[in-house]
């Protein structure tokens, strides 16, 4: 924190990817991270506890639009580490290409998060999953991307209550998703959004350990 702005350690010294401001302290440059314009940066100011994203982690980013978020992902995973960015609009790939050029640790794929197949062969398994995504689907999709995320790895779920469904109260959609969830996912936490984001909830899960089955004999 800084002037009581969350920060990033810039990995790209001079750049900036939507106009956030720039700081140097001790010689060293670090990003401002809106809350406004990232679901994550707010859930950290609303007390998210568990931030379990460490240098040299793989990410998988399902709707990573522009790259916003994406990048101060990168800024935290760092030059070892590696972000896949999966993003199906073809108009905001175009920027967020650009922002990928720049940051090396970041690998835009132009795919829809609801077909893993189309990007099977090029993500690897990962330490964390992060899902902001539009579709109606929501729940289903961060469930069938758990198979890229290791035993024991954290999801990070931005749940849009108006894109599921818009005639049911958002605390009904919020629970209807936490008990989807629950068969692949251990529920760690859960944060309300505002005054970032109204209508969202922010939840982090952990992927449940697979049961080994005991054989029948030798």
Known sequence: MHEGKLLTVNM?????????????????????????????SAAVLNGM??????SGDSVLYL?????TTSSHVSDIVGVKGRVYCVELSERNMRNLIEVCTI?????P??????????YSGIVQKCDVLYQDVSAKEQAD??????????????????IKSQSID??????????????SVS????????IRLEPYDEMHLFMVLRKKTAVKQEGHGK
């Open 12 to 40: 790209t010294r001079g750049f900036k990817v939507y106009g956030e401001e720039l700081f140097t302290i001790d010689g060293i440059e670090y990003r401002s991270w809106n809350p406004y314009r990232s679901k994550l």
């Open 49 to 54: 506890k568990s931030m379990e994203m460490r």
């Open 63 to 67: 709707g990573a639009a522009t790259g």
């Open 103 to 107: 940051r090396k640790n970041m690998l």
């Open 109 to 118: 794929i132009l795919a829809d998060a609801r077909y893993t197949d189309k």
């Open 141 to 158: 999709i961060i469930k069938k991307n758990a198979a890229f995320l290791k035993d024991g790895g954290y999801a990070y779920f931005a």
């Open 166 to 179: 818009i005639s049911k109260k958002p605390e009904d959609v919020f629970e209807e998703v936490r008990r």
């Open 183 to 190: 068969d692949t996912y251990d529920v760690i936490e859960t």
